[in-house]
């Protein structure tokens, strides 16, 4: 199959399509919401028990199906198909919650349960696609430049969701729920529209066309097959782990850092624009970061990633004013995509191209899986302690031990048990 840049940016551009979902829903106006809205005449610790619930469930579904999915992707040449199916799930559930009325709490959980799955299950069959539709000299570039079109992309339709929020009467809105409400619907059109390119122009390799229930038995197969191919190939299996670990910081990082920010008393408009110092910010780092790797070398550049977000959690254990929240959401902005895309990039150089779907999906079932347990480290210890400040310096052990188990990753003793170039 040729690649041309057309392929690449239109696989780069989904990237742009659905990070507007992480960033307008998940991260930004779908807790605040939640609380405020859905559940009105909710205590407010429950409906925060209630909003971990919603979070952890949708990544328990996608940790039990990501692996078997990615598998029969493979075998099918389905990724595309499955893509579109998970994608467009989300993309209606994002509409959907514009329809929830107030204090309906466990509509908007379970709604925003399935939106969470179609975003995290399209996103294994959208890595999938990356081998494919990328080269060994290229691929830091290629998968960085998604991750960077999504901070872009993300931080510009958030930008004009907050300004939606902030001046509702400018966009001839009635009042700040309506205003949320719209800004769900703009995360559903956005996500649709800009998710046609990678369908339209990105080709996948066509296999001999099965029957479900055929493609469902060699799911299984190749699952059970995966298991062993991983266990056999100690270079992969050593990273996944050191992947697990530290991308499991990362995540309970993106996860926690607004509710540590309320814990310390910031306002809430602090943190709002905090979240939009990272989507800016992080386009251009996560370019450069791809370039670092390019020049330097791809482990070399997730270490130094790494020790950053080290330097970022300790810090944030003896943080007293909100300009130094705003310096480390910067510092996250800088790290946070490249270790993401290089973690990914670094992945694909040492799994076999045929497999890549089925790879992957053990990828993002220790991605997902780290979203249960991170953020149930720092409650955790906050419970014990009853201390905040200790509860978000106890991530540190997790990118100590990642850091750890990476250092004896050997991608190129990797690749000549593959016999790959």
Known sequence: MQIDKRTIYSWALYDWANSVYATTVMAGFFPIFFKSYYSADVEATL???HLGFANSISSFIIVLIAPLLGAMADSGSLKKRFLFLFAYLGILMSAAL????????????FIYILGNVGFMGADIFYDGLLPSISDRKNVDFVSG???????????????????????????????EAEAIKASFLSVALW???????LFLFVEERKKESRNAAALLKDGYLRLKNTFSKIKKLKGV??????????????????????DYGMALGFDSKNLIFALLIVQFVGFPATL?????AQLWDTKKAIFLAIGIYLFITLWATVMEKVYEFYILAVM??????GIQALSRSYYSKMIPKEHAAEFFGFYNFLGKF?????????????LFTQNSRASIGSVAVLFILGAILLYFVDEKKQKKVLKMP
Request: aromatic share 14%; net charge negative.
């Open 370 to 382: 780290a979203a249960i347990l991170g953020p149930l480290l720092v409650a955790l210890v906050a």
């Open 98 to 109: 514009a329809l929830v009325s107030q204090g309906e709490w466990q509509l908007a959980a």
């Open 145 to 175: 430049l998604g991750f960077a079109f999504g901070y872009l992309g993300g931080g510009i339709l958030f930008s004009i969701n907050v300004l939606m929020l902030q001046d509702f009467s400018l966009f001839g809105l009635d009042g």
């Open 237 to 258: 299996l050593l990273f996944l782990l050191a992947y697990w670990l530290y991308i499991d910081g990362v995540d309970t990082i993106i996860r926690m850092a607004v």
């Open 332 to 337: 996250i902005a800088l790290v946070q995509g």
């Open 191 to 197: 996500w649709a529209l800009f998710s046609l390119p």
């Open 47 to 49: 409906s925060t028990a």
């Open 288 to 292: 450069l970061f791809a370039k670092i």
